[in-house]
């Protein structure tokens, strides 16, 4: 009769291969058609200074309670407004593969990376 295994005894053969990070010629083959970006991408400063400080700043201001028919824009339409020129800005000065961006804004879901 076989030990039952403790998952502290699994094969690290399996567990490395894995995790390995795939080449450019893998990445290549798998995605064809794969968007490029013409320049370099932002320095993280411009991704702090042009999304995470406007967002927060939105967050922080309170929705005053305004007259009828008043035309200011709702929190959630400046949030959306503040992303949009951010993807806008980043697809004119960097190129259309917005990924870089979003592996820095939503880090704790990237798999590449351990975080």
């Not at 291969?17 to 893998?26: D, F, M, R, V, Y």
């Amino acid at each position: 009769m076989d030990a039952p295994r403790d998952i502290d005894q699994e094969d690290d053969g399996d567990l490395a291969s894995n995790l390995s990070i795939p080449t450019e010629a893998e990445i290549e083959a798998k995605f064809p058609n794969r968007p490029r970006n013409a320049n370099e991408t932002f320095p993280f400063h411009v991704l702090y200074t042009k999304l995470f400080e406007p967002l927060l700043a939105n967050k922080i201001k309170r929705a005053g309670v305004g007259l009828r028919g008043n035309r200011e824009m709702k929190p959630h339409e400046i949030r959306r407004s503040i992303i949009e020129t951010f993807v806008a800005k980043w697809r004119s000065e960097v190129g259309p593969d917005i990924f870089p961006a979003f592996r820095l804004i939503l880090c704790d879901k990237d798999r590449d990376r351990n975080v």
